[in-house]
T-cell receptor, first 113, second 113 residues
């Protein structure tokens, strides 16, 4: 069974731009959650989607948004990029809930210049 | 959720030694705990989990111990190998409902050959 796939692997953007990251969960997994990982803050929860609905949201500004499609694939979008948005963005999938064992992708490394 | 902390940010051991990575959690209501391993350039991978009705759980070369009295979790790795070099995270969760898992800051394990 294929693992969680995230694209692109690396991204370089400039301040003010917007970016869209993609995540394909493990087949059959319906819960997709997103995390931001930085050396200073560790793993910070962004949001969780289940059956195309946002079920939980972390403490991030409205510039961070996401969605989930009917096939459980998910995208997250960051608008008006700031330097502090530079981070590794990780997607994790699980069968039903982010409260279960999570399966992570390799992440998208975003650099904002 | 409440914060989860790790006592040691970096642990250096010799190949063949046993390693112990510690984690303190704050939410006494947490009833499910997971250890993840993150190798360089990859997302976190599940290692082992334990529920609050257990004190100890063993896997292949790994053992997780849970002390609910002092809210402490540890991961023991037997006969540590260079391939065990990674960052290890603990996560505390409250099963059921919409509780968001909380990750510790991580401990970097360095295994010297």
């Amino acid at each position: 069974k294929a693992g969680v796939t995230q694209t692109p692997r690396y991204l370089i953007k400039t301040r003010g731009q917007q970016v869209t990251l993609s995540c394909s969960p493990i087949s059959g997994h319906r819960s997709v959650s997103w995390y931001q990982q930085t050396p200073g803050q560790g793993l910070q929860f962004l949001f969780e989607y289940f059956s195309e609905t946002q079920r939980n949201k972390g403490n991030f500004p409205g510039r961070f948004s996401g969605r989930q499609f009917s096939n459980s694939r998910s995208e997250m979008n960051v608008s008006t990029l700031e330097l502090g948005d530079s981070a590794l963005y990780l997607c994790a999938s699980s069968l039903k809930s982010s409260n279960e064992k999570l399966f992570f992708g390799s992440g998208t490394q975003l650099s904002v210049l | 959720g409440e914060s989860v902390g790790l006592h040691l940010p970096t642990l250096s051991v010799q190949e063949g030694d046993n390693s112990i990575i510690n984690c303190a959690y704050s939410n006494s209501a947490s009833d499910y705990f997971i250890w993840y391993k993150q190798e360089s350039g990859k997302g976190p991978q599940f290692i082992i989990d334990i529920r609050s009705n257990m004190d100890k759980r063993q896997g292949q070369r790994v053992t997780v111990l849970l002390n609910k009295t002092v809210k402490h979790l540890s991961l023991q790795i037997a006969a540590t190998q260079p391939g065990d070099s990674a960052v290890y995270f603990c996560a505390e969760q409250l099963s059921g409902g919409s509780y968001i898992p909380t990750f510790g800051r991580g401990t970097s394990l360095i295994v010297h050959p």
